[in-house]
């Protein structure tokens, strides 16, 4: 059936996709063999560790590795921390990371170690798996080679074990891992030291002793290798942070000694219950490290929280506590009695409140310490925004911490529920990183991802990478959308080119469903478009046709349209072009409300959105000379709310409100449409949520555009030309007196600073070297060139 594909169907429809490009083309000659456990199971959840002694004469100057793991690792020399990976990928994908040992490294004996873990049915929604394994090689020539699988030994790690994924008390849909044990009665603590003499420890073994793919294997679908279902591709993205952070101060507790924790250590007595309750005024995405001594029999659950929950299940203000307790992701330490014993997971975790339940047995426990490392994608804030209004400093400082934490080696929805890679949220924070960091990376990494996660019939996955395919074809018309903003934005036409025909095989599906009116029908799978009061839209009339679908079908079809122009097929873009003419025809045709002044939801007028109208403005549905009226209707709609049976537009969809405010020459009431944001300051977010009211997630991408709106909408500054080769800067102030503002172009800074006297315009736009555009004030334009320009425009436009 269309509608239905199955994970298997995909996983060798991707395979045969990658065969052509010849993955392992201009990278490293694989001679190392994947090693893990000779008999431990190979799909169950299951920890092992790794270790090679490595002799060497003198210490070498560089000592690159190339490593990888299904589904994940830990590197250690010498008992230090290298680094982590592989990056999330496919198995036609599947990241190898490249580590230069050489500052870790000693003359004389050295030991290579690695963790390895595989959780099985408990891994996070976002990992892809096949089996359990490692893989490591030197490069090029080393004087002792520690590649696998030579010299190296496994053991399994019985001590930690995965606690299945739950909703904590929540009931909320989660889709990240699981939470972890650790027994340290059972754990191996000197795994990583030269002196462990474990019997644990045996010669590594072959991943392929079991062979579930014989038929493929025998057809080529898994490359020169029979045994090899990883198809290795370098990691282009740099480390991830891992840097300390502050884990938190308690501001409750039933232990007397707990108030000055963690800067001093808490001793609990035998047989004590108690509660220390963490709060870090901030959330964040880091490893918890929590030591202790003393305390065999006792265990230690923590609970990492976004904010607390009242006895019904309400947030409300995130810096009450009160009674409220944390609820969500938790892990489990169980001490042994021994010293200075530390229990950090092997995935990071998330919260603000951090809540430790300790339950000692018959002897006393101390708590020494409890620390933190923050990781996420290594963003750099280069610009900058300042008005002198401390409402929107607020706003962007909460915007760019929300972007930060949902950036690690994908782009995420949210970092606590889900940590997927959604199209419809990836746009808007890949848009959010070309303005705020210049870094165009993690963008890139999302736009081949999900032109990887193509089936069969053509579109993108709404999500990728993903164990559990779902699809989203309106969120297929988006990736089309984010590509062209990728085009407008960056200097690299390769990678559009690259995936252009992909916008192809989005658009061929979607017109077999475009009737003759040029509207589309209902669509197979799930055609979200967006969060309202009374579910989502779209909507759909008797005869099962949508105006809101079609709308971002329109925008796509405009948007393919430019880029074959620009680099693919004449004749193609202009088809597209008419195309696209004539489902603006129809929509407005069947879809424009004459009595009411706005356009429909669907052909019948039975339903009104915020989404419509502000998609109708953007793609010149709606006539020019109608705009601002619409959109004065709907801009004011608060989220979550119908006033005259207007649904209106979450914090997500607003994006493209701002969008539409300037398309219609609004421009300078996009400050007004802040205020959802601004009745958030006060309940003390320190991340933007998913949706208004009862939330599920406290920190989601989708809602943090305001720090873009703020640089290319108040501040004007955009891309006039394709690759940013020329810039415009159109500002809105609204009613600031005052703006400055700071953005990272590809050939250097561009800064601003702009004054109002009464309607007029001071101040100074100053281009990097090779930069040229115009200032566009009040309609008119003034032309820029690289250094400093001085503005001066007002009614006479000095």
Not at 72 to 78: A, G, H, K, S
Not at 348 to 375: F, K
Not at 590 to 612: E, I, M, V, Y
Not at 706 to 726: K, N
Request: with cysteine; proline share 7%.
């Amino acid at each position: 059936m269309r509608n239905k594909v199955s994970a298997c169907t995909l996983v060798l429809f991707m395979f045969a996709a990658a065969l052509p490009i010849g993955v392992l083309a201009d990278e490293p000659q694989w001679k190392a063999s994947w090693i893990t456990h000779p008999t431990a199971p190979l799909r169950e959840p299951i920890v092992l560790h790794f270790r090679h002694s490595l002799q060497l004469g003198s210490k070498p100057p560089h000592y690159v590795v190339h490593v990888s793991a299904d589904n994940r690792f830990i590197l250690y020399v010498n008992g230090r921390r290298v680094g982590d990976g592989p990056a999330r990928g496919d198995l036609a994908h599947w990241r190898y990371e490249t580590f230069d040992l050489a500052p870790f490294l000693t003359v004389g004996a050295n030991l290579v170690t690695a963790t390895v873990w595989n959780f099985g049915i408990y891994a996070p929604t976002a990992q892809i798996t096949d089996r359990t394994a490692f893989l490591l090689q030197g490069d090029g020539e080393l004087e002792a080679d520690v590649s696998t699988p030579k010299g190296w030994m496994v053991a399994t790690e019985p001590g930690r074990i995965a606690v299945p994924r739950t909703q904590g008390g929540t009931n909320e849909y989660m889709a990240n891992g699981p939470g972890e044990e650790l027994n340290a009665a059972s754990y191996d603590w000197e795994w990583n030291a030269p002196a462990d003499a474990s019997s644990a420890w045996v010669a590594a073994g072959d991943p392929m002793r079991e062979n579930i793919y014989p038929s493929a294997a025998r057809a080529g679908l898994v490359g020169e290798q029979v045994d090899n279902y990883w198809q290795l591709v370098p990691d282009e993205l740099p480390p991830m942070t891992y840097t300390p952070t502050e884990a938190g101060e308690v501001v409750r507790s039933d232990e007397p000694g707990a108030k000055a924790f963690p800067a001093k250590p808490i001793a609990i007595p035998a047989n004590r219950h108690v509660h220390v309750l963490l709060d870090r005024k901030t959330l964040t995405t880091a490893y918890p490290q929590l030591t202790v001594s003393g305390g065999k029999g006792a265990s230690v659950r923590l609970t990492y929280s976004e904010a607390l929950y009242d006895q019904d299940g309400q947030k409300g203000d995130r810096n009450d506590v009160g009674n409220r307790q944390a609820m969500g992701v938790n892990d489990r330490f169980l001490p042994d009695g021994g010293e200075h014993r530390t229990f950090e997971p092997l995935w990071w975790r998330v919260w603000r409140y951090l809540d430790l339940d300790i339950q000692t047995g018959s002897e006393p426990m101390t708590i020494d310490s409890l620390r933190a490392e923050y990781t996420a994608y290594p963003f750099e804030e280069r610009a900058s925004f300042d008005s002198r209004d401390p409402d929107l400093k607020q706003i962007w400082d909460v915007s760019w911490r929300t972007a930060r934490l949902d950036a690690h080696e994908t782009y995420m929805d949210t970092p606590y529920w889900e940590q997927l890679q959604y199209v419809g949220d990836t746009r808007i924070q890949a848009l959010i990183s070309y303005a705020v960091t210049g870094d165009d990376r993690l963008a890139k990494q999302a736009i081949q991802n999900f032109d990887n996660s193509r089936i069969p019939e053509g579109l993108t996955q709404s999500r990728y990478p993903t164990s559990q395919p779902q699809i989203i074809p309106t969120f297929s018309l988006l990736w089309i959308g984010m590509l062209h903003d990728y085009w407008m934005y960056r200097p690299d036409p390769a990678l559009v080119k690259a995936a252009l025909p992909g916008t192809r095989t989005v658009l061929t599906w979607f017109s077999q469903y475009e009737q003759p009116d040029g509207l589309l029908r209902k669509l197979p799978w799930w055609s979200f478009i967006d969060w309202v009061s009374s579910g989502e839209v779209p909507t759909y009339d008797g005869h099962g046709e949508s105006c809101t679908t079609t709308l971002e079908y329109l925008g796509a079809l405009t948007d393919a349209a430019e880029l074959e122009r620009a680099m693919g097929d004449q004749n193609r873009a202009t088809r597209g072009h008419l195309r696209a003419e004539h489902v603006r025809s129809g929509l407005y045709e069947k879809c424009w409300d004459a009595g009411r002044k706005l356009l429909a939801d669907n052909p019948d007028h039975t339903a009104f959105s915020q989404q419509t109208n502000t998609l109708g403005v953007l793609y010149d549905v709606i006539p020019r000379e109608e705009q601002q009226e619409v959109l004065r209707r709907v801009v004011d709609i608060a989220p979550g709310t119908a006033p005259g049976g207007i649904l209106s537009g979450s914090y997500y969809f607003r994006f493209y409100l701002a969008r539409a405010l300037e398309h219609a020459g609004m421009g300078d009431e996009y400050l007004t449409s802040l205020k959802p944001w601004r009745d958030l300051l006060p309940l003390h977010f320190s991340t933007w949520p998913e949706t208004p009211g009862k939330t599920r997630s406290d920190s989601h991408a989708w809602s943090a555009h305001p720090i873009y709106d703020l640089l290319t909408l108040v501040a004007g500054i955009e891309p006039a030309s394709p690759g940013f080769a020329t810039v415009r800067i159109a500002p809105h102030l609204g009613d600031l007196r005052e703006v400055s503002a700071e953005f990272p172009h590809p050939q250097g800074m561009i800064r601003v600073h702009f004054e109002r006297n009464g309607d007029g315009l001071t101040g100074s736009v100053t281009l990097p070297p090779g930069l040229q555009g115009v200032f566009v004030w009040r309609g008119k334009e003034q032309p820029l060139r690289s250094g400093t320009n001085q503005i001066g425009a007002g009614n006479s436009n000095n």
